[in-house]
C-alpha cells in the first residue's frame, strides 16, 4: 500500500508539459493523452487501460524517433555539396582496368547507385550492408577513387586498430601502383594512401597530419584519431564509414564536418539489419544491399561441439590438424585474454558477471559456473595437444603492444603460423584466405552479430568450416 500511496502523490503533482503527440494525431489514432497514460500504466482499474497507456507510450517512441530522422534528412537535403564524378582515363578507371576479377552483378548495382548519389549536389547518405565476404570494400573504394578523380579526398573510419591496418594493406595491394601516386615506381594516375591510428608515434602522425593537409595523399584510412581536433583535409569530398554500428551519429559527423563543403557519407555494415530496425535506426539514410558472393566464395559450414563431450572435442583438433595438413590455416576464437578481469570485450565481461550470478537450469544451485577460456591457457594447452604436436601456433590479443600484433598478424597472413589462439580482437578486418577453419571456445558467451563477424573470418577463399562449443547448460538469469 505504501508504494501505491506513493505513485497517486506523485502522479497528482506530476507536471508532464506540452504533449508530444499533437491533438489532432491523438484524435485520429485513439491516443488517450500523456498524463493519463501515466496514470493508468501505474494504477490501473483495469488490464484495458494498460494496453491503452502501453501502446498511447510507443506511439509517441516512435512518433518522436521519427520525427528527428525526418529533421536530420531535411537537414541533409538543405546542404550543399560538391558533385564527385569520376571522369574518362581518370583513377578509377584504371583500377577497374586492372582488377583481377569481376564485379558481381550485385557490386555493379550498387556501385551505380553510389555513382548517381555523387554525382548530385546534395550530399549522399547511403547504407551499404551485406554478407561477410560480400565484397563491400572494394565498391566503397571504387567509391573513393571516384572522389579523389574529382580532385578531393576519401576518409574510411574503421573502429579498430586491427581493421584500420588491415583495410590499409588490403586497399594499397588492391591499388598496386595506383597506390603510389608522386612516388619512385607509382603510377602517374595515382594517388597516396596514409594510415593515422593513435597508437603512432609523434613523428608518425606530424607527417601524415602534414600530408593530408597539403594534398599528396588522398585516401585516408584510420580510427577515431581521424576525429581529432588536429586532424586537417584539404578537400574531404567522401566520408566511408566501416562497422557502422561501432559508431555513433555524433562520430560521425564529427568527420564530417572537417570537409569545407558537406561530404558525401557511405556507411558499411556485415552485421544483418531487419528492415524494421533499418527503417528506425538509419531512415535517414538509402540503403543498398549486397546479397550475392563473390565468385571463388563457398559457404561456411558450421557445427556445434559440446565441449563436455571430450571425444568430440578431441575430434575437433584432429580436423584443425587435417586443415593444416592440407596446407591450409585455422582460428581458436576465446572470449577472454587470462584469468584476470580486464577482457578486450566489455560486453563479455558484463555476461561473465551475469553468469556468476545466475541459477544453473538443471536445478543444481550450488554448482560453480565454467569459466571463461582465454587465450594464455588455450595456447598451452594446444601446445600440448597430441592432434596438433609439431604445428606452429600463436596467440594475439588487445593487450598485445601494436608492433608485435602487426608482427602476430603478418606471420598468421604469410602462412608462418599455422593455428592462431586469439580473441575477438580478429572479428573484423581481418583477411587471410587461406585460412579455412575456425574454432569459437565458450560460443554462447557472445553475441549473434559477434559470431556472425567471426564466421566470416573463414571461407574468404575456396573452403570454409567453423566450429563453435559451448560449455555447458548455464545461462543469465
Known amino acids: 500500500m505504501g508504494l501505491t500511496k506513493t505513485l497517486k502523490l506523485v502522479l497528482e503533482q506530476l507536471e508532464v508539459g506540452a504533449d508530444a503527440v499533437p491533438d489532432h494525431l491523438r484524435e485520429r489514432r ?21 494496453e491503452s497507456a502501453k501502446q498511447r507510450l510507443r506511439y509517441e517512441e516512435a512518433l518522436v524517433v521519427q520525427t528527428v530522422l525526418a529533421q536530420r534528412r531535411a537537414k541533409y537535403l538543405a546542404e550543399q555539396a560538391v558533385p564527385r564524378t569520376a571522369p574518362k582515363g581518370g583513377l578509377l578507371e584504371a583500377f577497374d582496368a586492372q582488377l583481377p576479377f569481376q564485379l558481381t552483378a550485385g557490386q555493379r548495382e550498387v556501385a551505380d547507385e553510389i555513382a548517381a548519389d555523387m554525382a548530385r549536389d546534395v550530399p549522399m547518405h547511403r547504407l551499404l550492408q551485406g554478407e561477410v565476404g560480400s565484397g563491400k570494400t572494394v565498391v566503397a573504394l571504387r567509391a573513393m577513387l571516384a572522389a579523389v578523380d574529382s580532385g578531393a579526398q576519401a576518409a574510411l573510419l574503421a573502429p579498430t586498430e586491427v581493421l584500420a591496418q588491415q583495410h590499409a594493406r588490403s586497399i594499397r595491394a588492391m591499388l598496386g601502383p595506383l597506390a603510389e601516386g608522386g612516388m619512385l615506381g607509382g603510377s602517374a594516375q595515382g594517388t597516396q594512401v596514409a594510415l ?6 609523434r613523428r608518425q602522425k606530424e607527417k601524415v597530419l602534414l600530408d593530408i593537409t597539403t594534398g599528396p595523399v588522398g585516401i585516408v584510412i584510420g580510427t577515431h584519431a581521424l576525429i581529432q581536433d588536429e586532424v586537417m583535409f584539404a578537400d574531404l569530398g567522401l566520408v566511408v564509414v566501416d562497422e557502422q554500428h ?8 564529427a568527420l564530417r564536418d572537417k570537409a569545407v563543403r558537406a561530404p558525401h557519407l557511405l556507411v558499411m555494415t556485415a552485421t544483418p539489419i531487419p528492415r524494421s530496425i533499418a527503417m528506425t535506426v538509419f531512415g535517414d539514410m538509402e540503403t543498398s544491399t549486397l546479397r550475392e558472393l563473390p ?3 563457398q559457404p561456411i559450414e558450421t557445427f556445434v561441439v559440446p565441449s563436455t563431450n571430450e571425444r568430440w572435442m578431441q575430434r575437433t583438433w584432429q580436423r584443425v590438424a587435417e586443415e593444416v595438413a592440407r596446407g591450409h590455416q585455422a582460428y581458436v576464437i576465446c572470449p577472454r585474454i587470462g584469468e584476470e578481469t580486464p577482457e578486450d570485450d566489455q560486453v563479455l565481461a558484463e555476461l561473465e558477471r551475469a553468469w556468476r550470478e545466475g541459477t544453473v537450469e538443471d536445478g543444481a544451485d550450488d554448482a560453480e559456473p565454467p569459466p571463461m577460456r582465454g587465450v594464455h591457457e588455450v595456447l598451452a594447452q594446444l601446445r600440448e595437444e597430441p592432434a596438433l604436436a609439431g604445428l606452429r601456433i600463436e596467440s594475439m590479443h588487445g593487450q598485445l603492444p601494436t608492433d608485435e600484433k602487426d608482427a602476430v598478424m603478418a606471420a598468421f597472413a604469410s602462412g608462418a603460423v599455422d593455428v592462431l589462439v586469439a580473441t575477438t580482437v580478429v572479428e573484423v578486418g581481418v583477411d587471410v584466405p587461406n585460412a579455412t577453419a575456425m574454432v569459437i571456445l565458450d560460443a554462447d558467451r557472445f553475441g549473434i552479430s559477434q559470431l556472425h563477424q567471426l564466421r566470416g573470418r573463414v571461407g574468404r577463399g575456396d573452403a570454409g568450416e567453423c566450429a563453435c562449443s559451448p560449455p555447458a547448460t548455464r545461462r543469465p538469469r
Do not use: K, N
Not at 501505474?42 to 494498460?50: F, G, N, S, Y
Not at 593515422?196 to 608515434?201: E, N
Open 30 to 50: 485513439g491516443l488517450i493523452d500523456e498524463r493519463e497514460a501515466y496514470r493508468w500504466l501505474h494504477l490501473p482499474r483495469t488490464l484495458a487501460e494498460v
Open 196 to 201: 593515422l591510428t593513435g597508437s603512432m608515434t
Open 246 to 253: 561501432r559508431f555513433g551519429v555524433e562520430q560521425r559527423d
Open 295 to 297: 565468385r571463388g566464395r
